[in-house]
């Protein structure tokens, strides 16, 4: 009766294990996919806007009147 208790606890611990992956990983893989690309697409954005950002302030920079060698304005 032990053998059988033995296999019987073996078979069940194997089957938690695989439905644990099975729920966890695979399952799950949509959800990953979805949130890294959802992550990304913010990354995206934030740098898009830092190079809109910094190209507006090129732009501005240049509208400045030139300084002369002493440092002042002419």
Known sequence: MAPVVVVLVIS???????????????????????RRLQLKSEVDALRH??????IRDTDTAGEDPPADEGGRNS
Not at 12 to 34: K, S
């Open 12 to 34: 069940v611990t194997w089957i938690g294990v695989l439905l644990w992956y099975v729920v966890w990983g695979v399952l799950l893989i949509p959800f990953r996919l979805f």
């Open 49 to 54: 806007r830092e190079l809109l950002d910094a």
